[in-house]
């Protein structure tokens, strides 16, 4: 079983920065995907910013030029670095990965999820 688990959310003001980090475990073969997808209230869970096909980075155009994604592949992290945040930023933030188990079989897990506020 793979765990993902993830920190570093909270409340900040708009135009503040917060960094999240999202450490995935188990039996582990390889990972081919992992990113970061957020809620907000009322609304559906949107991709943020990912990595796919190992290195290529992908990032929701709202966030573009704000946010940025890093992974250790040596410690099967991800992070996300938030500058400039803005009250629509505002949601729970997922941490995803996608891969395969040393058995052979495949699996998509989430995190918990972690809350971001931004407001005054």
């Known amino acids: 079983q793979v765990q993902l688990v993830e920190s570093g959310g909270g409340l900040v003001q708009p135009g503040g920065s917060l960094r999240l980090s999202c450490a995935v475990s188990?039996?582990?073969?390889?990972?081919?995907?992992m990113g970061w997808y957020r809620q907000a209230p009322g609304k559906k869970r949107e991709m943020v910013a990912t990595?796919?096909?190992?290195?290529?980075?992908n990032y929701a155009a709202s966030v573009k030029g704000r946010f940025t994604i890093s992974r250790d592949n040596a410690k099967n992290t991800v992070d996300l670095q938030m500058n400039s945040l803005k009250p629509e930023d505002t949601a729970v933030y997922y941490c995803?990965?996608?891969?395969?188990?040393?058995?052979?079989?495949?699996?998509?897990?989430w995190g918990q999820g972690t809350q971001v506020t931004v407001s005054s």
């Open positions: 188990g039996s582990i073969f390889a990972i081919n995907a």
């Open positions: 995803n990965a996608e891969g395969a188990y040393l058995s052979g079989s495949v699996f998509r897990s």
């Open positions: 990595f796919t096909s190992g290195s290529i980075t």
